[in-house]
């Protein structure tokens, strides 16, 4: 009978966490690597001239330390050679990047999304980025997939999108369309934009280091992605997060859903700006319009702005006694209105958090900013070869 784990599986173990510690934290000295890794020197170095035989990382000698002594060897990410594509489709925009290893953004298109734009459009468009992106690839270079942060449920089994409200989609198979649209043998992974802003904000934002993170974002909607014990929480079929479909006001205002009273009409673009009297508006740049006229003292604005931060932290309030988080993060419109209304959020905040909750918890804006779910659309993408290096590349 078979007991524990073979060498080979040791090795390939080993292979992905140095891999993914240089990709995550940059370039890395071997003396570093082992403090990190717990590994001895001589395994270092051999984990490392396998990962530089296959091209994904170089190694190389330091710039100048003033120390005497020879110094370590530091471990790069082949960031120019090794990379996957992201996508963010988001309700009034589509982005697409190339991303390199280590999370370094080598390439970009930004793109107008009209709202009524069906997948069947979306698609050819984010074919067209990559097609762009594509004439500039050096030759020799390792593309190890593609990511897609999409608004909406998406099913973690194979990417479909079950239901985007505020797209207009539903059942939509975006991770296949596009993949045949590509023309390539690559694999596509889809996720949720929430989750995946979450996830690249614990890699490598303002989050790194926090085990238990709930990232709140804001479009048209409101969705979250949680990050509790240090993974990832998306539920059985990976629909978990839509916390903006939480009722709170019961037989409230119709939800895009079809359901009544859900949080994100409260707190999202349609219920803020019909608060401020300009139902007919659309778009950030009609919320951040009424947030400077509450600036400037207009009346209404004020209030819709104080009524819309006032259930912010109400909601938050009910997230934070439930999942006990230490960092609540405010993407997309969500940091727009968390930064008009802070005074109301944390007053709500406190005045309904449970007291041993609250003693930890700190609220942030996003230090990758609008870029967290492209960011972490490529993370998505990465996951495949930072799991088995050899194997992916």
């Known amino acids: 009978m078979r007991v524990g784990p073979s060498q080979d599986e040791i090795r390939r173990q080993n292979l992905g966490a140095l891999l993914r510690h240089v990709h995550v934290h940059g370039a890395t000295s071997r003396a570093e690597l082992t403090t990190a890794l717990g590994l001895n020197r001589s395994t270092i170095g051999a984990l490392t001239a396998d990962l530089a035989g296959a091209g994904l990382v170089s190694e190389g000698t330091p710039k100048e330390t003033g120390r005497a002594g020879r110094p370590s060897l530091v471990v790069r990410p082949e960031s120019d050679r090794v990379y996957a594509y992201a996508y963010s489709i988001e309700v009034d925009r589509l982005r697409a990047a190339r991303v390199g290893l280590g999370g370094e953004v080598l390439d970009r ?41 999409v608004c909406g449920m998406v099913r973690r089994a194979d990417g479909l999108v079950r239901l985007g409200p505020t797209t207009g989609w539903v059942d939509e198979p975006i991770g ?49 992605g949680i990050i509790a014990g240090g993974r ?25 859903c079809g359901s009544r009273g859900c949080w994100e009409t409260q707190i ?42 006032d259930w912010l932290g109400f909601g938050v309030a009910n997230l934070v006694n439930i999942f006990n988080p230490e960092m609540v993060i405010f993407g997309g419109t969500m940091r727009d209105l968390y930064l008009a209304a802070a005074a109301q959020v944390r007053s ?34 990465f996951e495949r070869l930072l799991a088995d290096p050899l194997d992916a590349a």
């Open 268 to 309: 999202g673009e349609y219920g803020l700006l019909r608060a401020a009297g300009r139902s007919e508006a659309r778009g950030r740049d009609a919320l951040l319009a009424v947030f400077d006229a509450a600036d400037r003292g207009d009346a209404r604005a004020q209030t819709a702005v104080r009524h819309a931060g």
């Open 232 to 256: 990832r929480l998306t539920g059985h079929g990976g629909y978990g997060g839509e916390v903006g479909h939480m009722v709170v006001v019961r037989d409230g205002t119709p939800c895009e």
């Open 348 to 381: 709500r905040l406190n005045e309904t958090g449970l007291p041993a909750c609250l003693e930890h918890v700190r609220l942030r804006t996003p230090k990758l900013g609008d870029d967290a779910a492209l960011v972490g659309a490529a993370e998505l993408a």
């Open 109 to 149: 298109r930004d793109l107008d999304r009209p709202r009524d734009l069906d997948a069947g459009e979306t698609v050819p468009m984010l074919a067209g980025a990559l097609k762009q992106m594509r004439e500039r690839v050096p030759p020799e270079s390792i593309c190890v997939g593609a990511g897609v942060a």
């Open 176 to 224: 296949a369309a596009l993949a045949v649209e590509l023309g390539v043998e690559l694999p596509v992974t889809v996720g949720n934009v929430a989750d995946v802003a979450a996830f690249a904000e614990h890699a490598r934002g303002v989050a790194a280091g926090c085990d238990n993170v709930i990232y709140l974002y804001g479009d048209v909607g409101v969705g979250a």
